[in-house]
């Protein structure tokens, strides 16, 4: 199946299709905001819904694929999908207005083939093609210099750790002191590709879905960058790493010996 796509034509038509919807979205109005199961830390707006639906019709246009997204039911990703987060950040995009993101991605089963994530605020958009390379607005992204963990920024909340609190609290307390700084901006694609920009160092979260990490991820690998499970033997059966705790590094060395000092059984026990 994959080789009847032909990766770098596509990637430009979905570049295209994903910064017009963008910028549709800027002239939209929220019009409704509804708390998702009743958590009111998960906000959900009728602008989720519209930018989805605005991407499920183009996308099928540029390719035939299953449709995998946050709002919606999904089957678990098997052939061609198109994996999408429509607004990546939608607390930041009705709060702050900034810092959220449209989230595109195409596997072949497991393998990613391309991945785009568009800061529309900024207008800036990050594309990888498996084999081909990442850019920022066209232009080649190289993989950023390694840091020693001294000079590293760390993005990682507390929301999205809570779930792992009790169980390695030493490691994260010990990261977060070694690091040069914390961050927390909220909206995991777009950590994820400012760690592939050199813009971040590290990118820990412990409750991300396919849909929020799958492009990025592409974005990531191709500068030389890992998306990795802290718990690598518990997350083996999941390639989509659904739920699982997880490092983001622009440098596998740096992810390993992290992976290592903080979060192994031993530093943790
Ligand atoms: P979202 O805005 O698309 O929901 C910070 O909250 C980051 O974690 C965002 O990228 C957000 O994506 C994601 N996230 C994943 N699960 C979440 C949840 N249950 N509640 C809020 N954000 C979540
Ligand atoms: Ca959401
Ligand atoms: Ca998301
Ligand atoms: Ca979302």
Known sequence: MT????????????ADLVRQTG???????????EYKGNDPQDLVSNLDRKVQDRLA?????LQKADFYAEEKTNAPISGLTWIVDPIDGTTNFISRGRDY?????LYAGVKPLLGIVYDVERDDLYQG??????????????QPPAQPLSACILEMSIGTLRNLMRRTDAGLLNISREVRATRSMGCASLALCQVAAGRLQLYLSSRLRPWDHAAARVILEEVGGIVAPLF???????????????????NRDLAA????????PVADG
């Open 57 to 61: 019709e183009g996308l099928q246009l």
């Open 257 to 264: 010996k992290i992976l290592h000092r903080y979060f192994s």
């Open 101 to 105: 993101a449209i989230s595109v991605a």
């Open 232 to 250: 690598p033997a518990e997350s083996e059966a999941d390639p989509f790493l659904d739920g699982a705790p997880l490092l983001g590094a622009a």
């Open 3 to 14: 080789a009847q796509v032909d990766c770098l034509p596509l990637a430009a038509e979905t």
């Open 129 to 142: 093609i498996s084999g081909h390379g990442a850019s920022l607005n066209g232009r080649p992204l190289a």
């Open 23 to 33: 910028q549709a979205l800027l002239s939209w109005q929220v019009e409704r905001i």
